[in-house]
């Protein structure tokens, strides 16, 4: 099958960590990748971001990336790409005309909306993925919500203009519902895991202190760092490792610099450290390293790190919030705690790091659902399954017509 991503800001080639590459980018890659070992041929259109970028790159997993002149050469926040959306959409427009995939999936709502009236002009099926939903943006971040007027109300136009619509978990079922989706078009396939690269065996970066949690994300107010931070007086001999950034420094990055004020102020910044960007290869090192890995975001439309953490056997408390409520299994692979509730949080990663026990029996649950739950092969034969059934459907909708 001849498959076209399209990922309009999260390039699957780029780094992560920075202020817009996180989960999205991964899930690109390591979707498109695992369809490309099963044998179909994927193209990812994406954005163009810098003036050095070939055209054309074929990964070492066999997908191709094609950067496409939309906007500048040079890196745009996201959430002031909707201006260089036409340009986008002409792009792909004119390459459907001589090479026409037989099905395209679009990943976040600008890529939607390019799809939407792309691959509607040559008639071919479209899936598409919001990776996160407006509405729960604007719920979560209100005046501070970045996103374009006019991004909730596209949403709804898309959701409408696919054929199907994959959530990566339940929670955003509940969402797309109330929307106005209807439920009959709407899929739960969730994010996947590299079972073979996140393991329990293997190097393991060493502690300073007798207890190590580790929390992984972008530096955003919302991925809850510092209430991890605000709990740790109450956690004595434990260190806090926070790995994400644009870079290893950050000395010019505001998040990172409240986060190390706040630690002063509670006279634990000798206890936590400002890790930066961790290459992709050490991930499982630095994970494999922690007692407990902490995901505790206000909010959250998936969440990969959990099932990194989990594959590496190691036990996870995280926020009951979107995604993690599917993936972490409440005082089995680990502990849900409610968001923004520090308390709480206290007596959960208390409760495990004094209990060696306890997170051995939760770690190695953990490894064992990922294992049947969440390799990338698996995900991408549900996708893949997906993809033939809108395409099936269309087919038969032709030969009515």
């Not at 994927?42 to 094609?66: A, E, I, K």
């Not at 990776?131 to 719920?139: E, F, N, P, S």
Request: proline share 7%; hydrophobic share 40%; net charge positive.
């Amino acid at each position: 099958m001849r498959i076209a991503m399209i990922s309009e800001h999260a390039n699957p080639l780029a780094a992560l960590g920075g202020v817009d590459a996180g989960g999205q980018n991964l899930h690109v890659a390591e979707l498109s990748g695992a369809l490309a070992e099963a044998g179909h041929e994927v193209t990812v259109y994406t954005r163009q971001d810098d003036h050095q970028q070939r055209r054309v790159v074929t990964t070492p997993r066999g997908y191709r990336v094609v950067h496409v002149p939309a906007g500048p050469p040079q890196p745009v926040p996201k959430d002031e790409l909707l201006p260089h959306m036409a340009a986008f959409t002409e792009f792909v427009d004119e390459r459907w005309r001589v090479e026409r995939p037989d099905v395209v999936h679009s990943h976040f709502w600008m890529s939607g909306l390019v799809a939407a009236i792309a691959a509607k002009r040559h008639g071919i099926p479209l899936v598409h993925t919001y990776h996160a939903l407006g509405t729960v943006k604007r719920r979560h971040q209100g005046e501070a919500d970045t996103s374009p007027e006019s991004r909730i109300d596209t949403e709804r136009v898309i959701g409408r203009s696919a054929d199907c619509v994959i959530a990566t978990c339940s929670d955003e079922v509940a969402e797309l519902s109330r929307m106005g989706l209807s439920k009959s078009r709407i899929k739960i396939v969730p994010c996947g895991v590299d079972t073979k690269q996140f393991l329990p065996e293997g190097r393991r970066s060493r502690p300073k202190l007798a207890h190590r949690i580790v929390s992984v994300g972008r530096l955003v107010p919302r991925k809850g760092f510092a209430d991890l931070i605000t709990v740790l007086p109450a956690l004595p001999d434990t260190e806090l490792v926070i790995a994400g950034g644009a870079d290893r420094a950050m000395r010019d990055d505001p998040e990172a610099n409240r986060l190390r004020e706040l630690a002063r102020s509670l006279g634990v910044a000798d206890r936590v450290r400002l890790a930066g960007q961790v290459p992709r290869e050490r991930m499982p090192e630095l994970l494999r390293s922690a007692d407990v890995v902490a995901c505790v975001p206000w909010y959250e439309p998936f969440g990969i790190v959990p099932l990194e953490a989990m594959a590496c056997g190691v036990p996870v408390v995280a926020t009951a919030v979107g995604g993690l409520i599917d993936t972490v299994v409440d005082g089995v692979t680990g502990m849900l705690v409610p968001p923004r509730r520090p308390a709480a949080l206290t007596v959960a990663l208390k409760s495990l790091l004094l209990d060696p026990v306890k997170r051995s029996f939760l770690g190695g649950a953990g490894r064992d659902r990922v294992e049947s739950r969440y390799p990338w092969r698996v995900i991408a034969a549900q996708t893949a399954h997906v993809y033939e059934s809108c395409v099936r459907n269309t087919e038969l909708a032709g030969s009515v017509r």
